[in-house]
């Protein structure tokens, strides 16, 4: 009888080894106690390629709050990369005897720590290809009081900066209409109609970010706005 092996299982295995051996890699160290270092996981089968890394953050006072969160994070990691391979599975056998071939899916997660004073961001990356024209790329981002690792919103960043969401509104509208061209042609009022962002910390700026095709085609990826914070 032929077998076919649990990649799920095969996935956890992995990280959780790797979770032992990764004090190896090199790390960030953030003003305090603690560090942020990747988790890394690589598996190739014939219908799927998937490489994570993941951001692991060790020595916090706190270990269950730095547990929670190594936790959870590597868990969204693990079930996006599931979804992939079961999607690219299920195709690649109802693909069996088509002409051409057949193109693996891929799954890869990566992150960059943005800053690491005073706000811990971290900006993850998750991009799928699952066949067509290109793959596709979603961002999301960690802003974290180092101590509690408390999610820090984008409203608390402009009442401890003192900034009004209309002013950041008025620099992001005033840059697209500078390149009109190169952003849809609504882009302005659903910048203009928003309360929210998302947003990262970098060398003392404030890094609004869009997803592809929210504000612009394709080809501008993810539009960032870069603001001086002081």
């Known amino acids: 009888m032929k077998r076919y092996i649990d990649y799920r299982t095969v996935l956890l295995t992995g990280i959780f080894i790797l979770i032992l051996s990764s004090v190896l890699f090199c790390t960030e160290d953030i003003p305090g106690d603690f560090s942020v270092y990747p988790l890394e996981y690589l598996l190739e089968t014939e219908t799927v390629k998937i490489e994570l890394k993941i951001p692991v953050l060790t020595g916090l006072k706190d270990r269950e709050v730095q547990e929670d969160f190594n936790l959870n994070n590597r868990d969204k990691a693990i079930a996006f990369a599931d979804q992939i391979r079961e999607w690219a599975d299920q195709d690649y056998y109802e693909y069996r005897g088509e002409p051409g071939p057949f193109f693996k899916y891929q799954a890869y997660a990566t992150y960059e720590v943005k800053n690491l004073e005073g706000i811990l961001s971290i900006l993850m990356t998750y991009y799928e290809?699952?066949?067509?024209?290109?793959?596709?790329?979603?961002?999301?981002?960690?802003?974290?009081?180092?101590?509690?690792?408390?999610?820090?919103?984008?409203?608390?960043?402009?009442?401890?900066?003192?900034?009004?969401?209309?002013?950041?509104?008025?620099?992001?509208?005033?840059?697209?209409?500078?390149?009109?061209?190169?952003?849809?042609?609504?882009?302005?009022?659903?910048?203009?109609d928003k309360d929210d962002f998302d947003y990262y910390i970098q060398d003392g700026h404030l890094i609004i970010y869009f997803q592809i095709y929210e504000i612009a085609p394709y080809v501008a990826g993810c539009p960032e706005f870069r603001i001086a914070l002081y």
């Open 129 to 192: 290809f699952t066949g067509g024209a290109h793959g596709m790329a979603v961002q999301s981002s960690y802003n974290l009081s180092p101590l509690t690792l408390e999610e820090v919103s984008f409203l608390d960043i402009l009442e401890i900066y003192g900034w009004e969401l209309e002013e950041i509104k008025a620099i992001i509208i005033s840059e697209i209409e500078k390149e009109e061209n190169y952003y849809f042609s609504g882009a302005a009022d659903y910048v203009k």
